[in-house]
């Protein structure tokens, strides 16, 4: 069964960094992109960017380009979605999905709060 | 950025009876291997959004029949013949032909 599976639920304050991942399972995981999409309280999807874990060749929306950092291990078949210092504006539902979308994770809740 | 504009916002509809969701393009999802990339996503409270619909008509494994997608170039449509409850939730369509990838708003589809 092809599975994406994501880390647990955050609570930071605003100027940490935080790590979440996105480990896959029962497909070949170097072979099919992986995208991350963001869900503000309420709102929409946002697709964020995608990384290919074959050669990690990374595209990122313009809108996030430079306020995240995707990457992956393919040696333990797991993605990667990082900020280096977060803001109440990150506060948001995290998914990510393997190309195409039929396949998506659980989400990550990250909640940014002084 | 492919900017894709669905309609309505929200769709109150009665068990039973026909739902239809418009989405259109700024730009043509042709890729030039011929195929368009327009997907049809439900998301239910609570949960992660789980496709439909790929590449504007093809039914993902699992889907209802009463699920169809439909369309070319820039304006594409699903629809939902009949009603259940369990349609509750918002759709969004979304285009995988030009990077960056992008949603629609969505579409909330509600029981009368």
């Known amino acids: 069964e092809v599975q994406l599976v994501q880390s647990g639920a955050e609570v930071k304050k605003p100027g940490e960094s935080l790590k979440i991942s996105c480990k896959g399972s029962?497909?070949?995981?170097?072979?099919?992109?992986i995208g991350w999409v963001r869900q503000m309280p309420g709102k929409g999807l946002e697709w964020m960017g995608i990384?290919?874990?074959?050669?990690?060749?990374?595209r990122y929306s313009p809108s996030f380009q430079g306020q995240v950092t995707i990457s992956a291990d393919k040696s333990i078949s797991t993605a990667y979605l990082q900020w280096s210092s977060l803001k109440a504006s990150d506060t948001a539902m995290y998914y990510c999905?393997?190309?195409?979308?039929?396949?998506w994770g659980q989400g990550t809740l990250v909640t940014v709060s002084s | 950025d492919v900017v894709m504009t669905q309609s309505p916002l929200s769709l109150p509809v009665t068990l039973g009876q026909p739902a239809s969701i418009s989405c259109r393009s700024s730009?043509?999802?042709?890729?030039?291997?011929?195929?368009?990339?327009l997907n049809w996503f439900q998301q239910r409270p609570g949960q992660s959004p789980r496709r439909l619909i790929y590449?504007?008509?093809n039914r993902d494994s699992g889907v209802p029949d009463r699920f169809s997608g439909s369309g070319s170039g820039t304006d594409f449509t699903l629809k939902i013949s009949r009603v259940e409850a369990e349609d509750v939730g918002v759709y969004y369509c979304?285009?995988?032909?030009?990077?960056?990838?992008?949603f629609g708003g969505g579409t909330k589809v509600e029981i009368k």
């Open positions: 999905a393997r190309e195409g979308g039929l396949c």
């Open positions: 029962g497909y070949s995981f170097t072979s099919y992109w």
């Open positions: 990384i290919y874990p074959g050669d990690s060749d990374t």
């Open positions: 730009q043509s999802l042709v890729y030039s291997d011929g195929n368009t990339y």
């Open positions: 590449k504007v008509s």
């Open positions: 979304m285009q995988g032909t030009h990077f960056p990838l992008t």
